[in-house]
């Protein structure tokens, strides 16, 4: 603490903490993350289709700036939350999420206690802090996340589902890169005269429209299914692949659990931790059973996955109490 009586505490990856105005930050992300807006990363496509089945329907209809606005508020959280996704994922991510906000981004104690005790993750509270106005902040984004540029990174990704699934070959979902981000200029810039001006015309055209929508459709495809293989390689695509992808990761769980409790009990002989075992695994599977549905007449074909993924879940929580145990510092109760 220096004589100003701020503490100034050494944080992961050369950031420095400060006190400050992090509780007000950290309410304001688990807002965000409460309201539904986090994990944008998945629903981005569903919002543009959403937002065009109202356009064309007969209830809702929209003037075509409310169009524009709502295609770059989507941009806007699709972009948070896949650099969160990817910061999160672990180094290089994390240093060089960190550099993107090196200067801004002041981390006190409220937000130091809340990444220890994981409120939030790193990054999320470093994609609260991204600026998101052009296409160019996007841009500079994922092309700081991946180290290379974002449009030449997501030229030629293609859909896997329907080469895989569907046998078929398919082009790009992004087929014409500089048209998309050409594109994606105007419309963060029509957007800025809408919100800051009040011009006369505020009419786009259906052709300007159309082609708004087209961008942010293509751009979104292409980088979702991008940044899906960056972080989950070649992911599982069907029910079939999905469920044996989260038996995997359950049986892979519970042979981590089975290593810390032969550290705790080598011989086998605590009989207040076998007990406690006991009693947890019965609540795990009963827990997995509820949350799936897997009992019921007609579970359905994704209750497997369901129920090996709340196994799983429940088996890194149990392994994170059991490892707190074995390696608890004199004093620690």
Do not use: C
Request: net charge negative; hydrophobic share 40%.
């Amino acid at each position: 603490m220096d004589r100003s009586g701020r503490s100034h505490l050494a944080g992961p990856v050369g950031i420095a903490y400060s006190t400050g105005m992090g509780r007000d930050k950290l309410t304001e992300i688990v807002g965000i993350r409460e309201r539904g807006q986090g994990f944008g990363y998945s629903r981005g496509i569903q919002e543009i289709r959403a937002l065009v089945d109202g356009w064309n329907g007969d209830v809702f209809r929209a003037p075509p700036q409310f169009i524009v606005i709502r295609i770059v508020t989507i941009l806007e959280v699709f972009t948070r939350d896949w650099a969160a996704q990817i910061i999160d994922a672990g180094e290089p991510y994390v240093s060089r999420g960190a550099d993107l906000v090196k200067g801004p981004l002041k981390i006190d104690f409220a937000l130091a206690q809340a990444l220890v005790g994981k409120q939030l993750s790193f990054g999320e509270l470093v994609s609260h802090e991204l600026t998101v106005n052009a296409i160019g902040d996007i841009d500079r984004i994922f092309s700081g996340l991946l180290a290379t540029s974002l449009f030449q990174h997501l030229q030629g990704v293609v859909d896997r589902w329907a080469i895989t699934v569907g046998g078929k070959p398919t082009p790009p979902l992004m087929p014409e890169p500089d048209w998309v981000r050409a594109t994606l200029a105007r419309l963060f810039k029509q957007r800025h005269i809408f919100v800051h001006e009040l011009p006369e015309d505020q009419d786009v055209g259906a052709p300007g429209l159309d082609g708004y929508i087209r961008a942010a459709s293509q751009f979104v495809n292409a980088a979702d299914e991008a940044f899906n293989t960056l972080l989950h390689g070649d992911y599982p695509l069907t029910q079939l692949e999905m469920n044996e992808a989260a038996a995997t990761d359950a049986r892979k769980a519970k042979e981590a659990l089975a290593g810390v409790l032969n550290a705790l009990d080598p011989a086998g002989k605590d009989n207040d931790l076998q007990a406690s075992q006991a009693a947890w695994e019965s609540f795990r599977d009963r827990q997995a059973e509820f949350r799936s549905g897997i009992n019921r007449p007609l579970p359905g074909s994704v209750a497997p996955m369901l129920y090996s993924s709340e196994v799983e879940k429940l088996t890194r929580a149990r392994i994170e109490q059991l490892e707190w145990y074995l390696n608890r510092k004199e004093g620690d109760l």
